[in-house]
C-alpha cells in the first residue's frame, strides 16, 4: 500500500525491518508480510509515529481519548501497550512516562518530510530531484481519521509536501529539466489550485522552456479562478512573468490587489 512518493524515496534504500504506512491508509509489514493490528494499537502507532517516533504517555492518553478521564485513559493506553506485546509486535519502547518507535521502523511520513526538507533548505540530493509523486491521494495523511491530533498532523504534511514539489520544480526548471518541472507544478498545482507559489512554479517551468503561450494561458486560468473564488487577483510579480513589460491587462473594480 505504500504511495507513489515512498516507493520512489525507498527505491534505493535497504530496509529490511517493519514498515508503518500513515500515508493513503494505515499498514504495518513485518518482515514482508502485513500484520494485522487492532484499532487502538492502529491509533497509538500512528500518534507516536508522527510525532517523530517520541511522545509522552500522558499526552498520548489524553489525546486518544480525550472523552474519557486520565485515569480510564491511562488505562486504554496500557490495553494498547499490552496487545502490541501480545502480537509479538516490537515496535514500540515504552517506560513510566515515554513512548518511543524503535529505530529499525521505517515510516513513510518521515521519509515523505524528510524528502521535503531537504528540497526547501537547499541540499536536496541528485536522488531527490527523480521523485515522481503521481498519486494525489498520496498526500492525504490517516485518511477517515478525523480527530483533533490527525488533524493538524494532515495539514502539516501536506503543506511540507506542497513546499517539496514547488521547490523541486524549480529546481527541475533552473537545471533544464523543463517538462519533468512541469509535471512535477502540475501535481502541486492539483492539489491546491489556489496556491499562488504552486502557480508561479507551472508558470516558471512553461517560460523555462520558451511555452509563453501556456504560462499566458495557466496565468489567466488562475487569475479567473482567484477572482471567482477569492474576489482577489493575482500578485504583480506572478503578472509580470507573463507581462514582463507595461501596460499590464487591466483589473476589474471592486477586486483586491495581493
Known amino acids: ?27 504495518l ?29 500522558g499526552r498520548a492518553a489524553a489525546a486518544l481519548w480525550p472523552q474519557t478521564d486520565d485515569t480510564r485513559a491511562s488505562g486504554n493506553l496500557r490495553s494498547a501497550l499490552w496487545r502490541l506485546h501480545r502480537a509479538d509486535l516490537h515496535v514500540l519502547r515504552s517506560d513510566s512516562h ?35 509523486p503521481c498519486n494525489v491521494d498520496a498526500f ?13 498532523e494532515r495539514e502539516r504534511v501536506r503543506q511540507q509536501v506542497l513546499h517539496g514539489l514547488e521547490v523541486l520544480s524549480h529546481r527541475l526548471t533552473e537545471v533544464g529539466r523543463h517538462a519533468e518541472a512541469v509535471e512535477i507544478a502540475m501535481t502541486a498545482v492539483s492539489v491546491e489550485p489556489l496556491r499562488e507559489s504552486g502557480q508561479r512554479a507551472l508558470i516558471k517551468a512553461h517560460l523555462g522552456e520558451g511555452n509563453w503561450v501556456e504560462a499566458r494561458r495557466h496565468y489567466e486560468l488562475y487569475r479567473q479562478l482567484a477572482r471567482r473564488q477569492l474576489a482577489v487577483e493575482p500578485d504583480d510579480s506572478l503578472c509580470a512573468l507573463v507581462y514582463p513589460g507595461p501596460p499590464y491587462p487591466r483589473h476589474s473594480e471592486g477586486l483586491v490587489r495581493k
Not at 504511495?3 to 500513515?22: A, F, N, Q, W, Y
Not at 487492532?38 to 507516536?48: I, N, Q, T, W
Not at 492525504?140 to 493538524?152: I, K, N, Q, V, Y
Open 98 to 132: 515515554i513512548l518511543t518507535l524503535r529505530r529499525t521502523v521505517l515510516v513513510d511520513v518521515h521519509l515523505v518530510t524528510e524528502w521535503s526538507n531537504r528540497l526547501v533548505r537547499g541540499i536536496a540530493t541528485a536522488g531527490d530531484l527523480q521523485v515522481r
Open 140 to 152: 492525504e495523511l490517516l485518511p477517515g481519521c478525523f480527530e483533533d491530533w490527525a488533524l493538524l
Open 1 to 27: 500500500m505504500l504511495t507513489k512518493l515512498t516507493e520512489s524515496l525507498l527505491r534505493d534504500m535497504r530496509h529490511r525491518g517493519p514498515v508503518l504506512t500513515l500515508i493513503d491508509g494505515f499498514e
Open 29 to 57: 509489514v513485518d518482515n514482508g508480510r502485513a500484520v494485522e493490528v487492532s484499532e487502538s494499537c492502529k491509533r497509538l502507532l500512528a500518534f507516536v509515529a508522527v510525532r517523530g517516533g517520541r511522545a509522552e504517555r
